[in-house]
């Protein structure tokens, strides 16, 4: 790994502090080397904020050595005014000569033109260093800008024998006394709980709310619960449910919209008659939202996988054996990872296609 790599590196790993938090923005960050030595670094914490280079070269005590200095960033500094100044303009007026970048930024807004800013104004510019690496980190924000819709996550857990529910719930007239049928360790469990924290929205089935009534939160964890997304084709679900409680936003994409909209709690209408998991993805991008957790049912989830409108599959295997029930989503890639989590397996899957 040569200099600039390592310093890339540096500026991914700092990045990665602000996973779950910096939406709408990508992570980033920015490290500011003069002779070799490391006098400043940052990253973006939170969108409204400062950004890494701001943060960066606020951390530098002698402001003198950045006119001599080298200012690192993962990805290309921004042109434009948004909540905060361009960091263009920031690196500019301290004379900072030269700049390293991983990769350019997909945004429409800057796509460029933070670079040639930067050149004008008689930078030395260097891009493309660890680039693979540095779009790796913000794949939800590539995604959104360059596929218009979110980064999509499916995630289920199933038996030793291929099943994800056991084929006889037991009846609860009161939907608060329902509750899920547990395949995976608690172990697991909160490791979806961090997984939720870090992804914009969870996507769920109708019987699945009906069957489970889930709260879609990040009790078992730390960080912001992600935005509900719930399908509910005929406004099955009762009214009392976790998921029609205002203290996350919650969209619900039902057929015919005639519900009225609360603080939280929005309804909108596709065409259920009509492929599915497109018009999901569109109604997701309008409503900006770069990832997406897709937790079920199974029609749910293969739907996807069948239209092949998934970036990554996370699939755990349980010790249960439930000998009859709803059958496992079909997934026919190769596994990219597997790791043990206390007793489950989980098998991690990337769509390449």
């Known amino acids: 790994m040569n200099t600039n790599e390592k310093y890339i590196q540096r500026c991914i790993d700092l990045a990665k502090n602000g996973l779950g938090t910096t939406y709408p923005n990508p992570m980033v960050g920015s490290v500011i080397v003069y002779n070799g030595k490391i006098i400043g670094e940052g990253w973006h914490k939170k969108a409204g904020e400062g950004h890494a280079e701001v943060n960066a070269?606020?951390?530098?005590?002698?402001k003198s050595l950045l006119s001599k200095a080298t200012i690192y960033v993962s990805l290309?500094?921004?042109?434009?005014?948004?909540?905060?100044?361009?960091?263009?303009?920031?690196?500019?007026?301290?004379?900072?000569?030269?700049?390293?970048?991983?990769?350019?930024?997909?945004?429409?807004?800057?796509?460029?033109?933070?670079?040639?800013?930067?050149?004008?104004?008689?930078?030395?510019?260097?891009?493309?260093?660890?680039?693979?690496?540095c779009n790796e980190l913000n794949k939800r924000f590539f995604t959104f800008h360059q596929k218009k819709r979110p980064y999509i996550i499916l995630k289920w857990?199933?038996?030793?024998?291929?099943?994800?529910?056991?084929?006889l719930?037991?009846?609860?007239?009161?939907?608060?006394?329902?509750?899920?049928?547990?395949?995976?360790?608690?172990?697991?469990r909160q490791l979806v709980h961090k997984w939720r924290s870090e992804e914009q929205a969870i996507l769920v089935g109708t019987q699945t709310v009906i069957d489970d009534n889930p709260k879609l939160d990040v009790r078992d964890w730390t960080g912001k619960s992600p935005i509900?997304?719930?399908?509910?084709?005929?406004?099955?679900?009762?009214?009392?449910?976790?998921?029609?409680k205002n203290q996350i936003k919650t969209i619900i994409i039902c057929e015919s919209n005639t519900e009225k909209n609360s603080e939280?709690?929005?309804?909108e209408s596709i065409d259920f008659g009509k492929e599915i998991s497109s018009q999901i993805s569109?109604?997701?991008?309008?409503?900006?939202?770069?990832?997406?957790?897709?937790?079920?049912?199974?029609?749910?989830?293969?739907?996807?996988?069948d239209n092949k409108l998934w970036d990554e599959a996370l699939v755990f295997t349980g010790k249960s054996i439930f000998k009859q029930g709803t059958q496992a989503p079909i997934l026919k890639h190769s596994c990219f990872d597997k790791q043990q989590i206390n007793q489950d397996e989980l098998k991690i899957y990337k769509n390449h296609d």
């Not at 007239?173 to 608690?186: A, G, H, L, M, Y």
């Not at 569109?282 to 996988?305: A, M």
Request: hydrophobic fraction near 35%.
């Open 57 to 62: 070269v606020n951390s530098v005590n002698d």
């Open 76 to 133: 290309e500094p921004c042109s434009h005014y948004g909540k905060t100044p361009p960091c263009c303009d920031l690196i500019i007026q301290n004379k900072i000569p030269n700049v390293v970048i991983g990769t350019i930024d997909p945004n429409n807004k800057v796509a460029g033109k933070g670079i040639q800013r930067l050149i004008d104004a008689g930078t030395n510019v260097t891009v493309g260093v660890l680039e693979a690496e």
């Open 157 to 167: 857990a199933e038996t030793q024998d291929g099943f994800i529910a056991p084929i």
């Open 169 to 188: 719930r037991q009846a609860q007239d009161d939907i608060k006394e329902r509750k899920p049928v547990w395949i995976t360790s608690k172990y697991s």
């Open 228 to 244: 509900r997304i719930v399908l509910d084709k005929n406004n099955r679900i009762p009214k009392n449910s976790n998921i029609f």
């Open 264 to 267: 939280n709690c929005i309804f």
């Open 282 to 305: 569109k109604l997701l991008y309008k409503h900006e939202i770069q990832s997406v957790i897709i937790e079920g049912g199974r029609q749910t989830l293969q739907t996807f996988i």
